[in-house]
């Protein structure tokens, strides 16, 4: 079974430019989340959906950061304009509706310069 | 008070020893519990869930739960140098809130 898919891997940009990250969950995973983690943090969630609904979104800057998952499979998560302070790994998990188990994606690991 | 506290380390042992990582939370209404490893530089890696009180083992990882004190820890046995990793606690109240980690215990097992 194909775990969590992301792309890019790798992403650099310079401040003020946009910046998309996309991600496949395990398929049959209806709820998907999308984290941000700090070098020596544990992650922090930025939102979860449940199918194609946001359930979750309380942690997310909606100032720069937007985040949609269309037909809900497939998500994408969206910086514009990214800020230096943005550069994190930017993971993706996904888990079975009702489940706590969450399964994460290689994560897109951001700098801003 | 932090929600998942855990002591950063870096714990050390020796190839063959049990290592024990700890980690408290705050949140009383917490029903499941989890341990992640994270190599450097990649992503966690889900290795136990527990949601009851008591010892779950899997191998040579047991999860040990005592919901009364708020605590959860990982005994890992006969360590191995490729156990050396971070190992990151995890929270939930259930499958409509979010999971809450802690910062993470860096493990280190020498040869």
Redesign the interface.
């Known amino acids: 079974e194909a775990g969590v898919v992301q792309s890019p891997r790798y992403k650099i940009i310079e401040k003020k430019q946009p910046v998309a990250f996309w991600c496949n969950p395990i398929s049959g995973h209806n709820t998907l989340y999308w984290y941000l983690q700090n070098l020596g943090q544990g992650p922090e969630l930025l939102i979860r959906y449940e199918n194609e609904e946001a359930v979750d979104d309380s942690q997310l800057p909606k100032d720069r950061f937007s985040a949609e998952r269309l037909k809900g499979v497939d998500s994408t998560l969206k910086i514009q304009p990214a800020e230096l302070g943005d550069s994190a790994v930017y993971l993706c998990a996904s888990s079975l509706t009702g489940s706590t188990e969450a399964f994460f994606g290689q994560g897109t690991r951001l700098t801003v310069v | 008070q932090k929600e998942?506290e855990q002591n950063?380390g870096p714990l050390s042992v020796p190839e063959g020893a049990i290592a024990s990582l700890n980690c408290t939370y705050s949140d009383r209404g917490s029903?499941?519990f989890?341990w992640?490893r994270q190599y450097s530089g990649?992503?966690?890696?889900?290795i136990m869930?527990i949601y009851s009180n008591g010892d779950k083992e899997d191998g040579r990882f047991t999860a040990q739960l005592n919901k009364a004190s708020q605590y959860v820890s990982l005994l890992i046995r006969d360590s191995q140098p490729s156990d050396s990793a971070t190992y990151?606690c995890?929270v939930?109240r259930?499958?409509?809130y979010?999971?809450?980690?802690?910062?993470?215990t860096l493990l280190t097992v020498n040869p």
Do not use: D, H, M, R
């Open positions: 998942v950063s029903q499941s989890f992640y990649k992503s966690p890696e889900l869930s990151l995890a939930n259930g499958s409509n979010k999971l809450t980690f802690g910062k993470g």
